[in-house]
């Protein structure tokens, strides 16, 4: 049985083969350059240099990271369960690595093209939170325990809002085919159409990847790192791969769901080379959101974070999948479509403000004790 990969006929096994290492090679080398892409980023942002010592212009620093933690002692506590333990990083890596198989990154040109590739992105990427949860408890120690629960509540919480709002574009394309989400946004991308719908994506995507201002999981002023606490070298930049990998990944579908993918404007006219360039500019402007929010926004309490998600977020992704069901079932122009997701957008941060303006007023009991201070 042969196989083709990129109009190379070869044995079914090899192509297997080819392509796991592409994935490999490809998620490993992209995740070493956005680590040094948020170190530079954000020195900009605090006014520093950022790395500049390791090779020219810093670049090497992330090789010499790698290089580092390779050969770093691998220790586990005495009391840890070594079977749980010494897995969780497996659980955390192997569905982002699983997640880049579905990914149309040009037109022709993926891993593997599924029918159903959106809701198999969706299945994989949600089981990585098994890892975080074996990472936590396997490791005994109750830091890492709470971590662990943290960053379940927290993706159990987010992974709702996020699914409602591929499930509005999946409505308005008509297939769960990637490919066919592309191609539908030649000549207007669904982020026009759908603006409430990203906007409760994008943060759903903080929240899912632990990005701050979503980073309760492994905030170092109240768990001391989260639920890879007590690991070190090769299983430690494991979660870190598995971060920045989800990263891209997440990027990349943003790009493809959102923005027109290689598809708009005229990706399938001008060739690979073009297409090229727009799915890096637009995976690259999501990158940089992401770090720009880092840079900007402090960290969210607990309880901050769940109440946004099934107070505020939930509800307007589920009116959003109402009114795009409206449009389509009656055929009603897509322009309903776009002023009900600015409207939405407006309450979105209408309702954030107030959220955040009543969260810095004290309580009566607080503000009294203030003023008999005072």
């Known amino acids: 049985m042969n196989n083709s990969l990129f109009g190379f006929e070869i044995n079914v096994w090899l192509d297997a083969l080819a392509r796991l290492g592409l994935i490999v090679g490809v998620m490993t080398v992209v995740a070493m350059g956005l680590i040094y892409g948020e170190r ?71 891993i593997r093209l599924l029918d159903l590739g959106l809701l198999y ?38 992974e709702l809002p996020l699914v409602l709002s591929l499930v509005t574009v999946a409505m308005l394309a008509g297939s769960l085919n990637l490919r066919d989400i592309v191609e539908g946004q030649a000549n207007v991308p669904y ?46 930049s494991m979660f870190m791969l598995g971060e ?16 027109g993918g290689y598809s708009w404007p005229f990706g399938e006219d001008l060739g690979k080379g073009y297409q090229l360039v727009l799915m890096a500019v637009k995976s690259g402007i999501f990158i940089f959101l992401v770090f720009w929010v880092r840079a900007s926004i402090p960290r969210l309490r607990i309880d901050q974070l769940m109440s946004y998600s ?21 055929e009603l122009p897509d322009i309903i479509l776009t002023v009900a997701g600015l409207v939405g957008l407006v309450a979105l941060v209408s309702i954030t403000g107030r959220a955040v303006a009543s969260s810095r007023r004290l309580p009566g009991a607080a503000r009294a004790m203030r003023s008999e201070a005072v």
């Open 40 to 110: 530079k980023i954000l020195a900009r942002f605090q006014q520093r240099v950022g790395p500049q010592k390791t090779g020219p212009f810093g670049l090497l620093q992330s090789v010499a990271d790698a290089v580092k933690l390779v050969g770093k002692e691998d220790l586990r506590p005495h009391a840890a369960d070594p079977w749980t333990f010494e897995l969780a990083p497996y659980f955390v890596f192997i569905p982002i690595f699983l997640g880049f198989v579905s990914l149309p990154f040009l037109l022709d040109v993926n």
């Open 121 to 158: 992105f969706i299945a994989v990427s949600s089981v990585n939170i098994v890892g975080w949860v074996m990472a936590g408890w396997g490791s005994d120690n109750r830091y890492a325990m709470i971590g662990g629960m943290r960053a379940a509540a927290q993706a159990i919480s987010y």
């Open 191 to 236: 982020v026009a159409l759908l603006p409430l719908a990203f906007v409760v994506f994008f943060i759903s995507t903080l929240a899912e990847m632990n990005r701050p201002p979503f980073d309760i999981p492994i905030g170092e002023s109240e768990v001391v790192g989260g639920p890879f606490v007590e690991y070190s070298g090769i299983r430690w």
């Open 244 to 259: 920045y990998a989800s990263l891209w990944i997440l990027s990349v579908l943003t790009a493809a769901v959102f923005l």
């Open 310 to 330: 099934w107070k505020i977020l939930l509800p307007l992704s589920l009116l959003q999948v109402l009114v795009v069901g409206f449009v389509q079932v009656y």
